[in-house]
């Protein structure tokens, strides 16, 4: 059973940045991805990259923002986020699928226990 175990994340004005980390332990040979959610929001899908970096997708609300990336010699995928704002603030979820369309589409094999985000104003 593959375990998602995110890292990163906190408090940040308006303007700054984060990093979120999540490692895959014994390996994740699918795509991976983060998704977020606001409390009584539906879930929503920030980014996908597909195993070999070849296929990136994000979400429209966070293009030119927010970077994903992935070392795979870690099994670990990362969310750089750059120009933070207040509406980002919620908690992200590292997630993995068969394809960067699967995870787009919410057809998840496996989901990070969560990490806050919160942007101050």
């Known amino acids: 059973q593959v375990e998602l175990v995110q890292s990163g994340g906190g408090l940040v004005q308006a303007g700054g940045s984060l990093r979120l980390s999540c490692r895959a332990t014994?390996?994740?040979?699918?795509?991976m991805g983060w998704f977020r959610q606001a409390p009584g929001m539906e879930r929503e899908f920030v980014a996908a990259?597909?195993?070999?970096?070849?296929?990136?997708n994000y979400a429209d609300s966070v293009k030119d923002r927010f970077t994903i990336s992935r070392d795979n010699a870690k099994n670990t995928v990362f969310l750089q986020m750059d120009s933070l704002k207040p509406e980002d603030t919620t908690v992200y979820y590292c997630?993995?699928?068969?394809?960067?369309?699967?995870?787009?589409?919410?057809?998840?094999?496996?989901w990070g226990q969560g990490t806050e985000v919160t942007v101050s104003s």
């Open positions: 014994g390996g994740f040979a699918y795509a």
């Open positions: 997630v993995g699928g068969m394809l960067v369309s699967s995870v787009k589409d919410g057809d998840i094999i496996t």
């Open positions: 990259m597909s195993l070999g970096g070849g296929i990136i």
